[in-house]
């Protein structure tokens, strides 16, 4: 049998395409709202799926691990873009800081994967490092432009500001004080009235 080249590299089915996107929508949602590591079938339960549906498009727990972490960071870079693109510097910053509780919720119930993977080189954590400081770079610049933001703030500190407030109320919506301390930091980011 001769096999064409690329044959392998055909994209998905659409419906096929669409189960994937749906199983990782509602596995990001289980592993943010689990307290520990929920079992593969509980997630393919959840998506009112069968458990071979979700190990055709995951074949593990690290793939699908991977699969929300990357998507997860992907949300964030591109959204900083996106958010730029219909919302006001500082209204950009403050939504993606949403976006930010959310994706570190959603490691919540990946911890313990995600680290051992990030411990085995599977997941690179100081390139994700740099791109989601690059995205609030992003932000950043525009609202030093626009004058909404501080121009003697960097990435680094909004970002260590950002992993402390989620540390001390880590569950974005659950916990009032973490819209509080989100608004306290955006206030400190706004230049001081002349």
Known sequence: MIRLAGAEARAPR??????????????TRVFASAE??????????????????????F?????????VYRDQVERLTAGARALLDRLEPAAAMRRWMDLFGTWIATKNGMLDTLLAMIESG?????????????AITTILDAGRTSGELRTDVTADD????????????????EDPRTARLL????????????
């Open 36 to 57: 520990a590591e929920p079992s593969m079938r509980a997630i393919a339960r959840e998506a009112g799926v069968g458990i071979a549906t979700l190990y055709r498009h």
């Open 158 to 173: 909004i970002a260590a500001a950002l992993i402390g407030i989620f540390t001390v109320a880590p569950r974005l919506g």
């Open 14 to 27: 659409a419906d096929a395409a669409r189960n994937r996107e749906q199983l990782l929508a509602v596995a």
């Open 183 to 194: 608004d306290l930091l955006m206030d400190g980011l706004r230049p001081p009235a002349p």
């Open 59 to 67: 074949p593990d727990r690290e793939s699908l691990v991977d699969a």
């Open 122 to 134: 599977e997941i690179a954590h100081d390139g994700t490092r740099t791109e989601l400081l690059a």
